[in-house]
């Protein structure tokens, strides 16, 4: 690896994650190949409900990370030309009070984990009494722009929606936010590495493990029997990574995670924003179409078996969400996506190699979505031109007793 900037790598992985991280690496100059089992944005980049935000994500380390994510897709979006994919429009987010009862109808915040008290706390987080508020305080003492309307005002902003008959004391608004086609940015990344930098895409490959070489760098290894040599190989392949890494003598906590979302028919709809209101939380999906998740769904999916739209809970989803969007009443739910989230341990990002195996690189995260672009501009920085203190705080090597945790990048 003595000259960097020749470095040939082998970025396992064509998500979000992994098409940024080999469009990074293309753009300082790398030799990059990119290997799928299927295609670019196939796998949890293709079936999420991809929500831009930094919405009560914690330690301080992960909040900073995912608001240089925020701002990383503004500036991919005008390098790349992805307007039609990245949607920078804002998030809602409220709750109803019950003036009579004095209790607060729960609002469902989903999609992302932050790291509460040592598990990944909110990614089906029903909001208790006064939940909201504590959580948007938690927020400001950060800085995250929020501000708040009353609902005239958000009705300004989405005037098809549906605050409640005087039961919505206020509407957060977080004007920075938004959302993206994952599957989209993920396969533009991956099109400009071929286009630009002249990467190597081989797709329907399955990569069974990495193997060390005698001397220095790594041999990707396929189900057939082929081996890719390389300086060093990436893992990343979403929720595959975890399997993936211990395939290849790398023990790394990662828990997958499913989650379901709901793709409604064309409807007679204009919904701009992510909204998040008691009991669904929705966003666009395209001009006419709405994408929502109704939290409690995600413990009944079963990984591979996904539901018929003619399941009693998509009408269930198709009420929710109509309470909301009333015009949604004319829509039905047209598709069923499950996706699976890789949650590392503590809830927060796996960047790096972990000690003993420097030919292996994992990108491991939740929240790609948001972050997949920002990693891989740092991942290549860190791969090519030295470490970026950014990713202090998301080494492997912290879940590996302090006596061993030495060395890696
Ligand atoms: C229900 C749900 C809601 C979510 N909501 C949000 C949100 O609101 N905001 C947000 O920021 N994030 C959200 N996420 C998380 C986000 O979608 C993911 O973190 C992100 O898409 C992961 O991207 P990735 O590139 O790491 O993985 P993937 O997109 O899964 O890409 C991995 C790729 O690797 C390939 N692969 C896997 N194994 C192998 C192998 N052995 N050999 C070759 N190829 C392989 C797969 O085919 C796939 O293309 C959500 C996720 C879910 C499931």
């Known amino acids: 690896m003595s000259d960097r900037l020749g470095m040939k790598v082998v970025v396992v992985g064509a998500g979000i994650v992994g098409s940024a991280v080999a469009y990074r690496l293309g753009q300082l100059g790398a030799s990059v190949t990119i290997v799928d089992r299927a295609f670019p944005g196939a796998g949890t980049s293709g079936a999420t409900f991809s929500w831009l935000n930094s919405f009560d994500k914690k330690p301080r380390a992960y909040h900073l990370l995912n608001l240089m994510g925020m701002a990383e897709h503004r500036a991919l979006a005008a390098e790349l030309d992805l307007s039609d994919c990245v949607h920078f429009d804002g998030a809602l987010m409220w709750e109803r009070v019950d003036a009579n009862a004095r209790q607060v109808a729960p609002t469902v915040v989903t999609g992302h984990a932050g790291f509460v008290g040592g598990v990944a706390g909110d990614l089906t987080t029903e909001l208790a009494t006064n939940g909201l508020a504590s959580r948007i305080e938690s927020c400001r003492r950060l800085g995250y722009l929020i501000e708040e309307l009353t609902p005239q005002e958000a009705r300004s902003l989405e005037?098809?929606?549906?605050?409640?008959?005087?039961?919505?004391?206020?509407?957060?608004?977080?004007?920075?936010?938004?959302?993206?086609?994952?599957?989209?940015?993920?396969?533009?990344?991956?099109?400009?590495?071929?286009d630009r930098y002249k990467a190597e895409l081989m797709l329907g490959k399955l990569v069974v493990r990495v193997d060390p070489r005698d001397g220095s760098g790594a041999d990707v290894v396929l189900s057939d029997g082929a081996r890719i040599a390389c300086d060093v190989a990436i893992n990343a392949a979403g929720p595959e990574s975890g399997r993936l890494a211990a395939a290849s003598g790398v023990a790394l906590p990662v828990?997958?995670?499913?989650?379901?979302?709901f793709v409604t028919s064309s409807a007679p709809v204009r919904l701009r924003h992510v909204v998040h209101a008691p009991g669904v939380t929705m966003r666009p999906d395209g001009a006419t179409r709405v994408m929502a998740r109704v939290a409690r769904f995600d413990s009944q999916v079963d990984e591979g078996r996904p539901w018929s739209c003619a399941d009693s809970r998509c009408s269930e989803v198709i009420a929710a969400a109509s309470t909301v969007l009333p015009n949604l009443r004319y829509g039905s739910i047209e598709s069923v996506r499950v996706g699976v989230r890789s949650i590392p341990g503590d809830g927060v990002s796996i960047v790096g190699t972990a000690s003993g195996?420097?030919?292996?690189?994992?990108?491991?995260?939740?929240?790609?979505?948001?972050?997949?672009?920002?990693?891989?501009?740092?991942?290549?920085s860190?791969?090519?031109?030295?470490?970026?203190?950014?990713?202090?705080?998301?080494?492997?090597?912290?879940?590996?007793?302090?006596?061993?945790?030495s060395g890696s990048r």
């Open 382 to 405: 860190d791969l090519l031109l030295g470490a970026p203190p950014e990713l202090a705080s998301f080494r492997p090597d912290r879940f590996v007793d302090s006596g061993t945790a």
């Open 357 to 380: 195996s420097p030919h292996l690189y994992h990108v491991i995260t939740h929240s790609g979505a948001t972050l997949g672009p920002v990693l891989g501009r740092l991942v290549a």
């Open 159 to 194: 005037s098809e929606i549906d605050f409640g008959r005087g039961d919505v004391p206020v509407v957060y608004s977080m004007p920075n936010e938004g959302w993206i086609d994952a599957r989209g940015v993920a396969y533009r990344l991956a099109a400009a590495a071929v």
């Open 255 to 261: 828990e997958r995670s499913l989650g379901v979302m």
